[in-house]
Each structure stands twice: as structure tokens, then as C-alpha cells.
């Protein structure tokens, strides 16, 4: 019994000391992690305001909006139409 005991409480110290371990390294890791890849923001006109940039993104994707509003207006119920 106390060999079991012995056993259980070296391999739960193992385990927690491999966690803590793990956890140091991750942590070590993102602390000194230098962004890499591909730079997403460089490929996007950089605007100097949000509105700007809103009316750009309105602008650039103006007929798909269209669309989408015209799908979801004949969709949708007409208020004037009798219910059932």
C-alpha cells in the first residue's frame, strides 16, 4: 500500500512539473514571439479615419449590398398584405 502511494504521488509530481514546465516555455514563447507571415495590413489602403474607410468598403462592395438588401426585402412579409 504505501509502495502505491509512493508511486501515485512521484507520478503526480512528475506530471505537475511537466505542465509547470510546458506552461514556462509557452509563456517564454509568446513573450518573444516576433510577428512573421504574410503582413495582411500592407495589402489594404490604409485610411486615415473610420468613416473613410467605411464609405471605401460601402463603395468597393456597393452592388453585393444591393443584392443582399433586395434578397431580404422580397423575403420578407409586406406589412400591407392581409395575414392568414
Do not use: W
Request: proline residues 7%.
Amino acid at each position: 500500500m504505501a509502495i502505491t502511494a509512493l508511486l501515485y504521488i512521484s507520478v503526480s509530481l512528475l506530471l505537475i512539473g511537466g505542465a509547470a514546465i510546458f506552461f514556462i516555455k509557452a509563456m517564454q514563447s509568446l513573450m518573444h514571439h516576433e510577428p512573421r507571415g504574410i503582413n495582411l495590413a500592407s495589402n489594404y489602403p490604409q485610411p486615415t479615419n473610420t468613416a473613410q474607410f467605411a464609405d471605401e468598403v460601402i463603395a468597393a462592395h456597393r452592388e453585393e449590398i444591393v443584392a443582399m438588401l433586395e434578397r431580404q426585402f422580397r423575403s420578407s412579409p409586406s406589412p400591407d398584405s392581409p395575414s392568414s
